[in-house]
């Protein structure tokens, strides 16, 4: 697994960042940020009380003025410095993917044919020809030949993979370099609609949108920014009432002290660093909705194949059945595999090798290969004086002994399930009607996959496994990686049935996958994690395509929308904290003077009104970039109760954010009223 990270900070991206965040200060692009365009709109009112203090009546507070006004705007700008910041990484990235994106040509095939055009006439449906050391001008699908394809444009890793015609391996990505052999490919897109030019829209945010959790929050805010708004306005008679005469920067100062402006400044930050976050494991999210729906995950569907086990099945053992012996079954199952090209076939001549057991080759010279069927379920050799091998699944095996009138041991099944309950794949070898024994292939279940399953659980994730094989092999690879459930001989529409169910009891699913018969799976689950190693439908259908094509990942994936969850909830509460202490620091000085009973709640022992509200409005600034950092990373997630997580938030950020701004007033105060 990929896991390469980015420096949080770099010249080039704080620079880029810098710029922006005076860019953003356009008003059409603050009012996004309901919370942040009231600051805004106060600090363009502030900035014309302090040009035409005539107008306004406030020449003697010209100092004061252009003091809020500049602690006002640093409010503004560095807000959109976390947001310019976060998107900075992403359009890093993207830079790097337009690198791979550059003019190509390409061998389009026209009638029998080849004629060299630019890449960017292609057009969807077009077949072009990628030989060695060429790059794949589009995305497209293998429809004939076999070749190892460099993705380290894409992916960052230097091993290539291998991509043929059929199958699951088939599709290409434009921009991907063909370091061997060459391959024919069908074009299934138009220029424009790459997957790296859905790719580079994505990671420079263009196409972000904010997540419903988003939304509401941003719904909460500016209802509190309305409250407060209500309070500032009501409090100015209420002021003079009692003496005191409050003019309108100081009202504007009170009010962004007081409405949550460190989290509405940080929100888009954390989302859009929510988006960066997977993709520093090599994910591109198709929508933030994608990295939040994930911390919400409650169920969890994986294939067995390569993504529990590795996938490869690898002949172990030589069964013998009846009287036969297990060299005997060696022999027949090798010259049934010797122009078997699958990783099962090889396997067979492998472990013949490892253990020194020879045959006649010579048998298979001229013989006629049988390759492997859905339908038949077998595969082997029709050899030259007229015998038949074969081998293959068990039952299949045993029909095709039957129907040419040759007996079955009394002891096949028993053997077979005995190497199905341990987890293995039983084949049977036969030579026409006459059965030999058995070949025990064995998957392994990945180290660490048990331990994964249990921290999944301790999120309070159920984890079921999908497998194609029989019960009894299903049973045991479920038991030895600690998955909660499984399905055995499962097909696509059973898949997308435990999807539906788990959803109508109102629980969100994650499935990864990589076939187009996944396809269906992943369109209906909340998270669907395509591998791109695996077919357009596939990659069409998700909301997440893995670029390492690790189905194990879609775990880090899950724990990153945790994080993003934790994060905002995290700030959020550590923002409303702020407030609470922001407004018992500066409501009691302002009033001690007319109402001097209210000194008792001046805990804090403020210098004075003026001191108190520049004190809370530059602690206002200065906390928004010194939670950046915090924003950006993270706040650490580790798999407890909802409950105790509850409590440690609380705690943490709930109780820290009323002590923090008490300390930071009172030392910012210390400085402050010595120059007021």
């Not at 930050?269 to 909705?289: C, E, H, L, P, Y």
């Not at 039952?395 to 039957?402: E, N």
């Not at 629980?507 to 996958?513: E, I, P, R, Y």
């Amino acid at each position: 697994m990929s896991t390469k990270r980015k420096t949080l900070l770099t010249a080039p991206i704080v620079k880029s960042a810098i710029s922006d965040s005076f860019k953003k200060l356009n008003p059409v692009a603050m009012m996004k940020n309901p919370v942040m365009f009231v600051v805004e709109v106060g600090t363009f009112v502030v900035l014309l009380m302090t040009l035409f203090p005539g107008y306004f009546g406030t020449d003697g507070r010209i100092g004061f003025n252009l003091t809020v006004f500049l602690i006002l705007l640093f409010t503004l700008l560095f807000a959109n410095f976390a947001e310019a910041l976060a998107e900075g990484r992403g359009k890093a990235q993207a830079d790097t993917l337009k690198k791979s994106k550059q003019e190509l040509t390409a061998n389009k095939l026209v009638g029998s044919n080849l004629k060299v055009v630019n890449s960017t006439e292609l057009r969807k449906g077009d077949i072009v020809v990628v030989s060695q050391g060429e790059t794949i001008p589009g995305d497209g699908e293998v429809i004939e030949g076999l070749a190892s394809v460099d993705e380290s444009a894409i992916t960052g890793e230097s091993a290539p993979v291998i991509k043929e015609a059929g199958g699951d391996f088939s599709s290409v990505t434009g921009g991907t370099r063909v370091v061997s052999d060459s391959i024919k490919v069908r074009i299934v897109t138009d220029p424009g609609e790459s997957f790296i030019d859905r790719m580079i829209s994505l990671v420079e945010g263009a196409k972000r949108q904010k997540t419903p959790n988003e939304l509401a929050l941003n719904t909460l805010l500016t209802s509190l920014t309305l409250i407060f708004l209500i309070v500032i306005v009501t409090l100015a008679p209420i002021a003079k009432y009692v003496g005191i005469e409050l003019e309108v920067p100081v009202l504007i100062a009170l009010l962004v002290c007081l409405i949550p402006t460190t989290i509405g400044g940080l929100l888009s930050a954390i989302g859009i660093a929510g988006m960066d976050r997977v993709t520093q494991f090599n994910v591109i999210a198709m929508s933030g909705k994608a990295v939040e729906a994930a911390g919400d995950i409650n169920t969890m569907i994986l294939d067995k194949t390569g993504t529990i086990t590795f996938g490869n099945r690898m002949a172990s053992q030589f069964t013998p059945v009846g009287s036969e012996t297990a060299e005997t079954v060696g022999q027949w199952a090798a010259i049934s595999s010797v122009k078997d090209e699958t990783p099962e076939g090889r396997s067979v001549l492998e472990l013949m090798k490892s253990e020194q057991i020879g045959y006649q080759a010579e048998l298979a010279e001229g013989a006629e290969f049988i390759e492997f069927k859905a339908e038949t379920r077998m595969s082997g050799m029709d050899l030259k004086d007229g015998r038949k091998v074969r081998k293959g699944a068990v039952d299949a095996v045993k029909k095709w002994v039957a129907a040419q009138g040759g007996p079955i041991p009394r002891d096949l099944d028993e053997k077979g399930n005995a190497i199905a309950s341990k987890g293995g794949t039983p084949l049977a070898v036969a030579v026409d009607n006459r059965i030999y024994g058995l070949i025990y292939l064995k998957d392994t279940v990945k180290p660490g996959m048990r331990e994964r399953f249990d921290q999944l659980r301790k999120m309070g994730i159920k984890t079921i496994m999908c497998t194609g094989d029989n019960p009894l092999t299903a049973a045991t690879i479920a038991l030895e990686a600690g998955v909660d459930d499984f399905i055995a001989e499962s097909t696509p529409e059973d898949k997308i049935a435990v999807i539906r169910r788990e959803q109508e009891q109102g629980k969100l699913v994650a499935m990864t996958g990589d076939g187009t018969n996944d396809a269906p799976a992943l369109a209906q689950a909340d998270v669907g994690l395509a591998m791109n190693s695996g077919t357009a439908a596939a990659k069409e259908a998700a909301n997440m395509v893995d670029l390492d094509s690790d189905p194990s990942k879609i775990i880090e994936v899950v724990s990153i929308g945790k994080q993003l969850l934790m994060t905002r909830g995290a700030l959020t509460t550590f923002s409303i904290a702020n407030d609470i202490a922001k407004y018992f620091a500066i409501i009691p000085a302002m009033f001690m003077l007319a109402i001097p009973e209210m000194g008792v709640l001046n805990v804090m022992n403020l210098g004075s009104p003026m001191s108190a509200i520049l004190s809370a409005l530059i602690f206002n600034a200065i906390i928004i970039p010194l939670l950046i950092p915090l924003a950006m990373k993270g706040v650490p997630y580790k798999p407890m109760s909802a409950s105790k997580l509850l409590g440690k938030n609380m705690l943490i950020y709930g109780l820290g954010g009323v002590i923090v701004p008490f300390v930071g007033i009172k030392a910012i105060d210390l400085i402050v009223h010595l120059w007021v």
